[in-house]
């Protein structure tokens, strides 16, 4: 037998090895875990009216517009947590505009901005105050220029955390000097 040919057939023999168990019949224990069911991976047979049917989203009323200027054309990267009784909302603000066949994206710089929610489908966009936009602080942002690109809020549980340091945010880019980390006792961080 040629190196070849002992390869696949170590190869087959430890695949067969590694899949029997899925094979086996036995029911697979994941536990108390949640599991998403999109495929029939977990599903050994459907019988009767049993199927496996994906629901449809259901369109709603809007949640949230991003109409100020310093929000732009292009608001993203939307992260939201429910922090107690409050969900917060952290977006991205940046405006793109076309021209000749181009995006261009220096209209201003790119903001972070903030808003919140007591039901998490109605949001508030508080004048926090802390970042001027065109001569005023009158407006939702928590964070300009860089780290604004991948910014990534967050609550730290932890109850050993400094109180200093119970909100946190990684984010920016490598032509900025890389991955910033940012840290508040407020949910306002960046600032």
Request: hydrophobic residues 35%.
């Amino acid at each position: 037998m040629t190196h070849k040919r002992f390869s696949v057939f170590v190869f087959m023999a430890l695949l067969l090895f590694f899949a029997a168990p899925l094979r086996s019949g036995e029911p697979l224990n994941i536990g108390s875990r949640r599991e998403l069911f999109v495929d029939d991976f977990l599903i050994e047979k459907l019988s009767g009216e049993a199927e496996l049917r994906l629901h449809h989203p259901t369109p709603r009323e809007l949640a949230i517009v991003h109409d100020a200027p310093w929000e732009g054309t292009s608001s993203g990267y939307h992260t939201v947590f429910q922090d107690g009784d409050l969900y917060r909302m952290y977006y991205r603000g940046l405006q793109l505009d076309v021209s000749k066949g181009r995006i261009s994206t220096g209209r201003h710089e790119p903001f972070y901005c903030y808003a919140e929610s007591q039901d998490g489908v109605h949001w508030n966009k508080p004048d926090l105050g802390l970042v001027e936009f065109e001569g005023s602080k009158k407006n939702n942002i928590i964070l300009r220029g860089v780290g604004t690109h991948n910014f990534a809020p967050f609550k730290d549980e932890n109850p050993n955390c400094a109180p200093e340091a119970r909100y946190k945010a990684l984010g920016g880019i490598m032509s900025e000097g890389g991955l910033f980390a940012f840290q508040s006792a407020d949910a306002f961080i960046g600032r």
